[in-house]
């Protein structure tokens, strides 16, 4: 045991910027039959509804989005370009769309029996959906559930200070919209250009 403060439902049931924010420095924890892994989160992006062009949730619901428009702090995991899953949870009051997309992190522990991981480097969605094992299998989980499979740790060793704030790296739509949060300097972090470094904080959203 850690002795460290899980994310509760009144953490996800907050604006999606925020959220992303203050998931920077968080840890992750992914529970199996043979172990478990944790991993501190170190790049996170966040994606409105209606409001954003660059969300799955812009439209409306859908088969594959329903869970976006469910209660907050639940798994949205979805397959990127057909080639590797992308890990989320949803934030917000239930009906308004919204998700955090986790897009990196540094493995910290590998519980004994689980699967040995080739890189402590989680560097992008893709990387980090491996690395800790998660699948589409796991859309929907309730990361706030007692017995989760999947649960979020709060922020303990990173200042609020040391998470930069840029745009969302990839896209065509909502590209100015500044979500994306980071650790600053660390070595799983995409590239990118335009950077700043907020101060402590919820972020606004800026579009």
């Known amino acids: 045991m850690t002795g460290a403060e899980r994310c509760e439902r009144e953490f996800f049931d907050r604006a999606v910027d925020d959220v992303a924010f203050d998931l920077v420095g968080a840890v ?12 501190l989160i170190v790049e996170t992006e966040a994606y409105g509804g209606a409001d954003d062009p660059a969300s799955h949730a812009f439209r409306g619901p859908t088969p594959r989005t329903a869970v976006m428009f469910g ?3 639940h798994l949205y995991v979805y397959r990127s370009y057909g080639l590797h899953w992308c ?14 997309l986790i897009r990196a992190a540094e493995l910290e522990a590998v519980e004994s029996g689980a699967d040995a991981v080739d890189s402590a480097t989680l ?3 893709g990387n980090l959906t491996r690395g800790l094992g998660v699948t589409g299998a796991d859309s929907g989980i309730d990361c706030c559930g007692t017995d989760a ?30 979500s994306r949060y980071y ?9 990118t250009r335009g950077a700043k470094k907020p101060g402590p904080g919820p972020r606004p959203v800026e579009s």
């Open 28 to 39: 992750v924890v992914v529970r199996g039959v043979e172990g478990s892994r944790r991993a």
């Open 71 to 73: 209660p907050a702090g």
């Open 87 to 100: 890990m989320n949870v949803v934030t917000g009051p239930g009906g308004v769309a919204s998700a955090v």
């Open 123 to 125: 560097r992008g969605p």
């Open 149 to 178: 499979r999947i649960y979020f740790e709060r922020r303990r060793s990173v200042a609020a200070d040391l998470v930069g704030q840029s745009k969302r790296i990839g896209l065509t739509k909502g590209e100015d919209r500044l």
């Open 183 to 191: 650790l600053i300097g660390h070595r799983a972090v995409s590239a």
